[in-house]
């Protein structure tokens, strides 16, 4: 039998440390992935983190729908990611940045392994059969193509579609978990 969230946040309200430790295990990767977004320096994310779980504490006993307990975390962990960065740029020295810098936009780093990753892929897909490519080419048509106009093109059952397209999927993972070429000396 398990136990749904909302008993967990009552017997932790409680004080009952178990149910604590249960509700940060399942819920602080949420917590961390949506300070991660923010790109805060790893003290400050590690702070924001802390202040969202002390605000849980203080408030576990007054949150009206528990079952909704995600949705209040990812909300007090944007809001308090938020005030954090606000608080930077009234603090900040004058002079630091002469622009303001997009709190929203890759670092170059980021942009390396992405710029890397969709070459991998790029060439993961042109390892794959024709047939498989023009497949999943219909799949992520803009806009949406119905599964029915998909198979007519394709020439496949409709129940087919998803099968297919989730084999097509793992051999493009395979080919882009394959090692890279070695370099000639």
């Excluded at 576990?60 to 740029?89: F, M, Q, V």
Aim: proline share 7%; aromatic share 6%; glycine share 4%.
């Amino acid at each position: 039998m398990s136990i749904t969230t909302a008993e967990l946040l009552n017997r932790a309200a409680a004080g009952d440390q178990t149910s604590w430790d249960t509700l940060f295990q399942q819920f602080n990767p949420l917590v961390r992935s949506v300070v991660a977004s923010y790109r805060l320096d790893h003290e400050t994310a590690a702070d924001v983190s802390q202040t969202v779980w002390m605000r849980l504490f203080e408030h576990a006993d007054r949150i009206r729908n528990p079952e909704r307990l995600a949705g209040w975390l990812a909300t007090t962990a944007r809001n308090e990611s938020l005030r954090c960065i606000k608080r930077y740029k009234r603090t900040r020295p004058a002079g630091v940045l002469d622009e303001e810098a997009d709190v929203n936009a890759p670092s170059p780093d980021e942009r390396a392994v992405d710029r890397e990753t969709l070459q991998d892929a790029l060439a993961a897909f042109g390892k794959l059969p024709g047939e498989s490519q023009e497949l999943l080419r219909l799949l992520v048509a803009s806009p949406p193509l119905p599964y029915r106009e998909i198979a007519d093109r394709v020439g496949r059952p409709v129940g087919s579609i998803g099968p297919t397209r989730s084999r097509c999927i793992e051999a493009l993972k395979s080919h882009m978990m394959e090692p890279a070429p070695a370099l000639a000396a």
